[in-house]
């Protein structure tokens, strides 16, 4: 099993394939299940990616228990229809689908977990905008995932992927990383110019805590994941172009690491500190459990 | 390292009803280690919570994800977010206590649970190490303390026959279609319990050829 990201650069070179042909070959072997079984599996996770999206943009949109998030990727879909937007329309469809995504999951829907439920909505803010950006193929958007998953194995062990022990950076950092590897590969990139956009993309968002208000995956969880999506494509075209991290992606993986671990208690998933703790986050604490813990 | 992810689905993936997949989807997977543990649904179940668990357990839905895998609900049943409701009317009782003070077995994200019915008991301690994937660390079965090495999968077998002076036949087996990292033997009062720390994710195929061959065997 892969141990560094060097590694698969190296091999991806040495054996002229795609990272995500390295991973398919990786997971068969280790699973002990057939190609056409692990690429059905894959599949299926596509489906309920794109199915959270759909839902979460229909109509008025999902709406979680607590009302403190939902509705709001139909806002940003009427906007891009009734306006000029400032990022462009690329970037903010990847930024509705991602917020989509992240709606559902509050509102208690399905959806896939990439690599975390609260960083849901990254991979497929990239994906499904590439879609119709590039016009990748639906095995072009299987590729995609094993390319983003088998990259994120690498940082879930060495930097580990749960907001308690990392911070947020290990959940929407990882999966800004991971979809900005991956989308360097969608876009024809070499998986050194991924490495590159893994590193950057690891960069741009170390030291990000976890401070849930009221401990709900939604503020500030859902719209991190717009910033996820973001920085993923802001990542990706500077490794396109040929920008180059000054620090080894691999090393930006155990910086990461080292920082979650610096990171005091309350700004790791406690929904203590950060925005839990401003009297705002403590007033909707107590609203909605009726105490003021 | 950091942790122990060992397929490409642990990070892409599960599919789970939300909002969490270390406060929700793990729970689940938990609660479904401790009813295979107990060999069904338990009656009465206390889970006392530390750290993260036991400050945002609400929030995240921590309670039902752990009542629907106590159920053996999976982590993307339309009934986890009523698993409680669906507990308190087959009669189980689950109470859940937040403790205070550090995890007993190390990490933030950690949920123990004692459950009986009748004279049966069985404690399992489990924790939650992000994207949806847990670690069983401790168990009390039969009066007995069972310490894994903590990621899945874990086999167990209870031997109660006389015993073999060239091994088990389990192990023999375990060997062939699963092989492991680690083997433990613990000398209980009525039987020796056998653990076996396997390598790689089991097919499901594998774990039922080891249950028609191995009736009481429990596969985590």
Redesign the interface.
Known sequence: MYDSIKEIVEDSKKQNKPISELIIEQECKSSGLSRDEVWAKMKKNLDTMRAAVEKGQKGKGVFSKTGLTGGEAVKIKEYRENKKTLCGDTMMEAIQDAISTNEVNASMGVVCATPTAGSAGTLPGIVFMLENRLGLSEEQMIRFLFTAGGLGMVMANHAGIAGATGGCQAEVGSASAMGAAAAVEAAGGTAEQSSQALAMAIANLLGLVCDPVAGLVEVPCVKRNAIGSGNALISADMALAGCISKIPADECIEALAKVGHGLPESLRETGLGGLAGTPTGKRIRAKIFGDAE | ?????????????????????????GPVAIGQAANKLFGGVPKKVTVHYY??FA???????TDYALAAGLQGFAA?DPR??RAPMIAKDNGVDIRFVEEEGESPIG???TAILDMSNGDKKVQVSGC?????AIEIRDIVLDGSEIKPSGPLPIVIYLYKEEKHENGIPVTTEMEKVAPFSRKQVIRAKDEDIYVYDVK??M?DETVKALKDKFGSIICL
Not at chain 2, 128 to 132: M, R
């Open positions: 390292m950091s942790g122990n992810y060992r397929s490409v689905f642990d990070i892409i993936g599960p599919i789970m009803i939300g909002p969490s997949s270390s406060h929700t989807a750290g993260s400050q945002t357990h609400r929030g995240h839905g993307d986890v977010p990490h933030p994200n939650s190490i992000g994207g949806g790689n994710y097919r």
